[in-house]
């Protein structure tokens, strides 16, 4: 498949946001129950969610650029039933207007106290909004996901490995970040954040590596005999009726070498995994907490080409129509 | 229920691409605008078609057969790129069991052409949305025409009747019969979308010769069987031609 580069980012950038909110509410969470110390005055969250906005918001306005009339995009809430996309679109702001308040109520400090637990613990209105997050940050992932998981003829993506990579991956980048974050900001929390984006990367490697095995050893299912309709074990195209370009000639087909295909491969499993893991290893080792950021960065870009490679290593059935141009 | 469909008969098509010109001359004229045509007689024209006849050979030098395989959108009876629609854009309908596009729906998102298996689908890039073979539901039903023209633009262009096209969940129609009688068949079974329309394979038209074909039976006198044959002594008429 031939992919947009405004789908590269949308699924990258609200990859971070959702992975980054996911992060700010864990340390809640931790500090709730007393297992981390609470973040003194409310800057920590309203910050850290601003950031996580900002990926969700630039996520959103690069999915507006691979849209013919992104005009009508409100339109595309209505079929939330039967589509994954559709369904994408609702949740999406939804998360957002979350984030949003999340951010909003640690900023102006509105703890209305909703439920005191029998240990004495007060749920109040940002523990509340932390979890309705954290709930739609997962079902954004597997919006997203399923958008490519649910087409049963691309079978490089109809695996719930792809589900659990989008998890996986968008959590990965959103800790690292986040221990950058705090590497700027909040020091004493960059061991834990560096921890959990150390542990979730490589979760993260071993499910993009066994979706990688599964993938190589694919057996097409389609052929050019059920193509067509022929049951002869020698067919040949010979035209495919044009000689010029099309949609069926740019839409499916990525354009480039196997050689490229094979060394974006390499390239992603030691950006988007390998080096990161060294960084967040070495930080948490002792060396400068700068590295964090050079880690994010370099992650961020990792992900790129994986979600590059994604795009590209699914094969279209349709490509087995236009084989030959004349 | 009604589904129409084509029954494309592989056997009799000589890919002479009309039903591809009359689609494109009937779509682009029509009151959904013009399909893009991008540089049509430059270097490296493209544009907007919802047939298309693609060629294949089957078999190995000299045991050969072309196929000539018209290709466009089968209209299937659970068509995978209708739910898939975020807008609501892409739809079956109930009446006559048409998939169709409201193009005033349509963002252009092109996640349908993603879910369709058989690449039916091409976006319009001048229009901006997504368009597909309407199955000529402005001729079909149109009141204008005589009603022997109200029949897709293709299958009026096809010079050998190789498309037919009728309701195949109607057991007498024209185009069940041949489904029925031909083997039609559907395109990519193994995806469980049950195309409506239906393909005929090509068929051996063979020569049975008997006995009496050779030998006529009403011939009284039996000439036939009277032929002079000379002994095998005498010269033959090559030797005698030989001189």
Sequence with gaps: MRLDFSVLLLTTLIGVGQGFFLALFTVQLYALFGLLASQD???????GSLISFAFLVA??????????????????????????????????PAFMGIVFSFGAAHFVDFRFVLATLPSGIAIDSTVMLGVLGTVLAFALFVCTAMIYACLPFLREWASTLTVINYILLGGASGFTLAAAFASWIASDLTRFFAGWALIITLLGLASRVASLIRNARLKPKSSLQTAIGIKHP????????FMGGSFNTLEFMHGKSNAVLR????????????LPVLLLAATLAGAPAGLLTLAFVVQYVGLLAERWFFFAQANHPQNLYYQAVA | MTQLALVIDLNVCVGCHACVTSCKQWNTSGSAGPL???????????????????????????NTQTVHFPKSCLH?????????????????????????VDYDKCIGCKY????????????????????????????????????AERKPACVMACPTSARLFGDIHDPDSEVSLAIRDNAGYALMPEWGTHPANHYVPRRKTPMHIHEDELVRVDNPLKVDRLLPKPAKSEPSLDDVMSW
């Design chain 1, 263 to 274: 060394s974006v491969k390499w390239v992603f499993l030691a950006a988007a995994f390998a």
């Design chain 2, 36 to 62: 893009a045509d991008f540089e049509p007689y430059g270097k490296d024209p493209s544009g907007v078609f919802f047939n298309r006849v693609q060629t294949f050979e089957v078999g190995e030098y000299p």
């Design chain 1, 234 to 241: 020698r067919i040949a195209q010979k035209a495919m009726g």
């Design chain 2, 112 to 147: 349908c052409a993603w879910a369709c298996p058989y690449g039916a689908r091409e976006v319009d890039s001048e229009r901006k949305v997504m368009t597909k073979c309407t199955l000529c539901v402005d001729r079909i039903y149109s009141e204008e025409l005589p009603e």
């Design chain 1, 59 to 92: 996520g959103l306005v690069a999915s507006f650029f691979h849209l013919g009339r992104p005009a009508r995009a409100w339109r595309a809430a209505a079929m939330w039933r039967t589509s994954w996309l559709s369904r994408e679109v609702i949740v999406l």
């Design chain 2, 76 to 100: 299937c009876e659970d068509p995978p790129c209708v739910p898939v629609c975020p807008t609501g854009a892409s739809y079956k309908r109930a009446s006559d069991g048409i998939v169709l």
């Design chain 1, 41 to 47: 005055g409310p800057m920590f969250y309203a910050h």
